[in-house]
């Protein structure tokens, strides 16, 4: 079921027949595993629209239709010269999802450009707008994806910045930039981006996948250094919360053996192991039952516990 305004929507969330129904609200669903059909009614939101709300000397801001392809909004943004999503380029989904889901790659994350959230209570019918804070952002989370989260999502409103604030220090970004900086621009960003995730992820048009199925986990620092001892290349990377360290989830699992290895029609991407793929006619339980293999190979080698970064639907 598909609405494309704010009042088609409350019409939706007043109907009894909704409310007698199981009901689950997606995206263009590039993050969820369904592990059979769903025994309920779907919703989507059609709600489009990118308007300039506020622009000052140094930043402007924009409120944007959650059904909004998310690198179409990143593409605008490049175009006019505002900084703070670049990073961000390619990466497939909806808007309302992004904000849910907060996306984030080479160092950037939605949750740093986020001003405000606008959704429907689908049990009170109600509106609310919620600022960042309220959001409660913290890595691959906000508090729309809790499970019994009554919240839809209709617009977002996100402030960029007039002004040149690159972050280039991720890995391959830095080493391609490194030739092209002081003097590169922002399409020069976008560009490389889209050409590094060109070469490490499959096109889901030719191949079936999961996108990043599992979150790089965190450990305390103790047991960071104590893997040090037995693995000293391990890579690593700062973590906001004080005493932890991230771990690269593709690190893990490519130790275990697990790149390029196929399940059934299942698989992991020869070139990215965080790429979970359906080489055939596999399923969604068979794409769980090698996310599973491959947490308990993890969990008995490095006692570190994956979390999926994908939604089991199911």
């Not at 900084?83 to 996306?103: D, H, K, M, R, T």
């Not at 972050?167 to 391609?176: I, N």
């Not at 590169?184 to 590094?196: E, F, M, S, Y």
């Not at 059934?264 to 599973?292: F, M, Q």
Request: aromatic letters at 10%; a negative charge.
């Amino acid at each position: 079921m598909e609405y494309g305004s704010e009042e088609e929507l409350r019409r939706i969330l007043h109907d009894e027949y909704f409310h007698a129904c199981a009901s689950l609200h997606i995206g263009s669903g590039s993050n969820l595993l369904f592990l059979g059909d769903y025994n309920g009614i779907v919703l989507h939101s059609a709600i489009k629209g990118l308007s300039l709300t506020e622009e000052t000397r140094e930043t402007v801001s924009l409120r944007i239709g959650a059904a909004e392809r998310w690198d179409d909004v990143v593409a605008y943004a490049v175009s006019r010269g505002w900084y703070g999503i670049e990073n961000l380029s390619g990466i497939p989904g909806e808007c309302g999802a992004a904000a849910v889901q907060n996306i984030g790659a080479y160092g950037m994350e939605i949750k740093d450009v986020v001003e405000e959230v606008e959704a429907y209570d689908r049990n009170t019918c109600e509106k609310h707008t919620f600022t960042r804070e309220t959001c409660r952002y913290a890595y691959r989370y906000s508090r729309f994806r809790e499970e019994d989260s009554p919240c839809i999502l209709t617009h977002i409103r996100i402030r960029l910045a007039k002004t040149p604030r690159f972050v280039l220090g991720y890995g391959d970004l830095q080493e391609r930039m490194a030739n092209l900086y002081p003097g590169a621009g922002l399409p020069d960003v976008r560009r490389t981006i889209l050409t590094i995730r060109k070469e490490k992820l499959p096109d889901p048009e030719q191949t079936g996948n999961a996108g990043s199925f599992f979150m790089n986990p965190l450990i305390p620092m103790r047991h960071f250094e104590a893997l040090q001892t037995a693995y000293p290349g391990i890579p690593s990377f700062a973590a906001e919360e004080e005493g932890y360290v991230k771990i690269p989830a593709a690190w893990l699992i490519e130790q275990c053996g697990f790149k390029g290895k196929t399940q059934g029609e299942a698989g992991v991407y020869e070139k990215h192991p965080l790429i979970l793929i359906n080489t055939g006619n596999a399923c969604g339980s068979d794409i769980a039952r090698l996310a599973e293999s491959i947490r308990e190979a993890v969990a008995m080698r490095f006692h570190i516990g994956l979390v999926p970064e994908v939604k089991y639907i199911g």
